[in-house]
T-cell receptor, first 114, second 110 residues
């Protein structure tokens, strides 16, 4: 089945540590996105990529980094500079980066601080 | 202030009953509006998408309406089932971005 796979499901970070969240899609979509979801708030865009080897900052990019070396993969690194990383992280993809295209979401990674 | 406001924040109904969720937005210019269903611990799944010219769209027991003049949308769920328990998220797209509402948490009790 085509879809988006996020791993791990749960992740714990120690103080001063960088952690990387994986996102893989086999939908042959050009565009991929990372969102952060906090209780009582709407999803907020961290980074997005409309094509391989290119990505753009979203609304809350500080303390995060991404890469897009392959069409299928868009890993997110939560760096030690992100002081409040505890959240539910969602990866999504769409055929293109145009807003009239539906986004397909993975099942998320829940990141917590040890 | 969020450009997409949803109400109520949470709702509890009995199985078999109907309910209506609201979404008000200020996103401009407007491109389209989507409703997503998000089960606990899962990613959102698209239910409906509506463009400027569409007033209503159905997907099984889910019916979405859109009033682009008043910038309001509603999601009506008919004959609710236990599996409808989830968060329902309204997403409004402009020309270059998407804005997410905080969602309505629906609980259906037997």
């Amino acid at each position: 089945d085509g879809g988006i796979t996020q791993s791990p499901k749960y992740l714990f970070r120690k103080e001063g540590q960088n952690v990387t969240l994986s996102c893989e899609q086999n939908l042959n979509h050009d565009a991929m996105y990372w969102y952060r979801q906090d209780p009582g708030q709407g999803l907020r865009l961290i980074y997005y990529s409309q094509i391989v080897n290119d990505f753009q900052k979203g609304d809350i990019a500080e303390g995060y980094s991404v890469s897009r070396e392959k069409k299928e993969s868009f890993p997110l690194t939560v760096t030690s500079a992100q002081k409040n990383p505890t959240a539910f992280y969602l990866c999504a993809s769409s055929i293109t980066g145009y807003t009239n295209q539906p986004q397909h979401f993975g099942d998320g990674t829940r990141l917590s601080i040890l | 202030k969020n450009q997409v406001e949803q109400s109520p924040q949470s709702l509890i109904i009995l199985e078999g009953k109907n309910c209506t969720l609201q979404c008000n937005y200020t996103v401009s210019p407007f491109s389209n509006l989507r409703w997503y269903k998000q089960d606990t611990g899962r990613g959102p799944v698209s239910l409906t998408i509506m463009t400027f010219s569409e007033n209503t769209k159905s997907n099984g027991r889910y019916t979405a309406t859109l009033d682009a003049d008043t910038k309001q949308s509603s999601l009506h769920i008919t004959a609710s089932q236990l599996s409808d328990s989830a968060s329902y998220i309204c997403v409004v797209s402009g020309n270059n971005d998407m804005r997410f509402g905080a969602g309505t948490r629906l609980t259906v009790k037997p």
